[in-house]
T-cell receptor, first 115, second 111 residues
Framework: DTAVSQTPKYLVTQMGNDKSIKCEQN?????MYWYKQDSKKFLKIMFS???????INETVPNRFSPKSPDKAHLNLHINSLELGDSAVYFC??????????????FGAGSRLTVL | QKEVEQNSGPLSVPEGAIASLNCTYS??????FFWYRQYSGKSPELIMS????GDKEDGRFTAQLNKASQYVSLLIRDSQPSDSATYLC???????????FGSGTRLQVQP
């Protein structure tokens, strides 16, 4: 199936721990994103990568470090987790240009709970 | 002023009625506008895009755009219980290569 897949789907951890979320897309898209959706359902852009190059870094604490080993993968590593990091993290991808540039295909989301 | 504003709802309509969802945006340079639907516990999915002033129809959905008023709306005709979801308005801001989303309007269609 062509899709954006992210793992894990659920993550429960203690404050201060370090965790990673992985994302892969097989749609052939050039651009990948990480969005954070908080408890009020507000979906906020965190990072965007285009062909492995970081193009957006939106006022995110440097405890969050994205890594894109190739254009089909975008991982998110979070150090020293805090209670406020609890949210659903969505990976998404899109074409770089043209009509498809803003047609985002989202992964199923990774629900992070920090205790 | 928020970049993309929506009434959080819930907007409750009876089955078969027209649901009207509204969105305002602050960037006058925005040229394209999108509506995403998100069912509870699921990821957002694109349902409509609109680029020009006026109306764009797709089945039971109509998107309306008024760039002068910085206003975009989504009408759902003959609403069905399966339309119950959160509808997110999204705008790509000038110079920012990612969509900015509103906080979403929760729609409840009562059978």
């Amino acid at each position: 199936d062509t899709a954006v897949s992210q793992t894990p789907k659920y993550l429960v951890t203690q404050m201060g721990n370090d965790k990673s979320i992985k994302c892969e897309q097989n749609l052939g898209h050039d651009t990948m994103y990480w969005y954070k959706q908080d408890s009020k359902k507000f979906l906020k852009i965190m990072f965007s990568y285009n062909n492995k190059e970081l193009i957006i870094n939106e006022t995110v604490p440097n405890r969050f470090s994205p890594k894109s080993p190739d254009k089909a993968h975008l991982n998110l590593h979070i150090n020293s987790l805090e209670l406020g990091d609890s949210a659903v993290y969505f990976c998404a991808s899109s074409q770089e240009y043209g009509a498809g540039a803003n047609v985002l295909t989202f992964g199923a989301g990774s629900r992070l709970t920090v205790l | 002023q928020k970049e993309v504003e929506q009434n959080s709802g819930p907007l409750s309509v009876p089955e078969g009625a027209i649901a009207s969802l509204n969105c305002t945006y602050s960037d006058r340079g925005s040229q394209s506008f999108f509506w995403y639907r998100q069912y509870s516990g699921k990821s957002p999915e694109l349902i409509m895009s609109i680029y020009s002033n006026g109306d764009k129809e797709d089945g039971r959905f109509t998107a309306q755009l008024n760039k002068a008023s910085q206003y975009v709306s989504l009408l759902i005709r003959d609403s069905q219980p399966s339309d119950s979801a959160t509808y997110l308005c999204a705008v790509p801001y000038t110079g920012r290569r990612a969509l900015t989303f509103g906080s979403g309007t929760r729609l409840q269609v009562q059978p």
